[in-house]
């Protein structure tokens, strides 16, 4: 029967070579002999889906999404076929399924689709007779039968989906690195990886620059309550829970740092103060799908004030010649764009119960005599833009006096 299901999923690095499936192929078997019933979502071997992408680039700049969903789909489908041929001959009854037949339902959203409802039947009747289930990640179908893909890293959401209408409580994401860590440790050598870390620090980590995950997928652990175990398919180590926050037994005020330079900042001097001019300005940037993250604006003065934000680094050219379009109409001062800019932030559940975050945080960047170019804040993270210049410096300060010294 299948009592006790454990659903795991296994990145592209975990299976990337045929050796690399063996191994995985012997930590399933491992793990049914301690009496689960063993569901495995994989991706694609290494970088396949990179390359496929770049075969269809070769043929058309602009290529259908429909197509390139049939196609980034085959990665996947190359990788679960080995891990049951592997699993086989290690004695493991094992079967392979793509995600159009366990009937994976997404809506018709090529390249970024959403999944709208699995089927459990032909898992659960596999599972019965004691097979261990492995599932293609990052790809559905539509009501059409189309072929669809979740978005890129979209496996983490498969299998966090599967985990969700099997009724399981634990999902294992096994990666190349062995957790969550405080900061990236290829940066700030004294970053700790973390035990236990809350759904709602690891979005805020991911919008921050420090994504792990797939975003969805920890949305889906959210709602449903899953706990995710991100760990590395290369060594036995625990790694680090994502979990309800009630349930965490370690709480920091912060619990990470991030660092992110793919954005620019835009700001328009002196533009009138008055209702609507806003609301045309960001909207002229939506409809041109330009996306902005951080916006500040000036308190107003002699009926003139200054709006600065910012947009990802490739949108800067096309949002400053619409500003500049723009700003004919609303006869601001000037129209300036900084590329050199990085976001610094810090993020923890303990903000929501502690004073003086932010203002330790400014101390600790003007202790290092760094200008603050803009603020911002949600619950449980504090953001700065600074000169790129100080990116490293600013986060290795602010874990310093925010992580090592505690
Ligand atoms: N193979 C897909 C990608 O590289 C999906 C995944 O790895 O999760 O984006
Ligand atoms: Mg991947």
Redesign the pocket.
């Given at each position: 029967m299948t009592q006790n299901i454990i659903v795991q999923k296994y990145?592209?690095t975990s299976v990337g070579t045929t050796e690399r499936i063996k191994a995985v192929a012997e930590r399933i078997k491992d793990c049914t002999k301690n009496g689960f019933s063993v569901v495995v979502v994989v991706?694609?071997m290494g970088k396949t889906?990179d390359v496929l992408v770049d075969l269809a680039k070769e043929l058309s700049s602009n290529p259908s999404k429909r197509e390139m969903d049939m196609l980034l789909s085959t990665?996947?489908q190359v990788s679960i076929a080995l891990l049951a041929i592997a699993l086989h001959d290690t004695g493991i009854d094992a079967v392979s399924y793509t995600g159009s037949q366990i009937r994976m339902m997404t809506d018709g959203n090529f390249s970024n689709a959403k999944i709208a409802n699995i089927s459990t039947d032909r898992i659960i009747s596999s599972l019965n007779e004691n097979k261990v289930v492995i599932v293609a990640?990052?790809q559905g179908i539509d009501e059409d039968d189309n072929i669809t893909t979740l978005g890129?890293?979209?496996?983490?959401t498969s299998a966090v989906a599967l985990a969700a209408v099997l009724g399981t409580r634990d999902c294992e994401i096994y990666t190349d690195v062995d957790g969550v860590y405080t900061a990236d440790p290829r940066m700030i050598s004294a970053a700790k990886k973390l035990n236990e870390i809350s759904y709602d620090e690891m979005l805020e980590l991911a919008r921050l620059g420090a994504g792990v995950l797939h975003s969805r997928s920890v949305e889906f652990a959210k709602n449903f309550k899953i706990r995710l175990h991100v760990r590395s398919s290369f060594s036995l180590e625990n790694g680090t829970i994502v979990m309800p926050m009630e349930e965490m037994v370690e709480k920091y005020v912060v619990s990470g740092i991030t660092m992110k330079q793919d954005e620019a900042k835009v700001t328009i001097r002196d533009i009138p103060d008055k209702p609507g001019i806003s609301a045309k300005l960001f909207n002229a940037l939506g409809s041109c799908n330009i996306y902005v993250n951080m916006i500040v604006q000036s308190t107003g003065h002699d009926n003139r004030a200054s709006i600065s934000f910012t947009v990802k680094k490739e949108d800067l050219a096309k949002t400053k010649e619409l500003c500049t379009e723009l700003n004919k109409d609303f006869g601001g001062s000037s129209v300036e764009a900084k590329e050199n800019i990085a976001i610094v932030s810090a993020v923890g559940v303990g903000m929501l119960s502690h004073y003086g975050v932010a203002g330790k945080m400014f101390g600790v960047l003007s202790g290092q005599n760094i200008n603050i170019e803009m603020i911002s804040t949600s619950e449980i993270g504090i953001s700065c833009v600074i000169d790129s210049m100080y990116a490293e410096l600013a986060a290795k300060a602010l874990h310093k006096s925010f992580i090592e010294e505690i």
């Open positions: 990145g592209g991706s694609a889906t990665g996947e990640g990052f890129r890293g979209g496996s983490d």
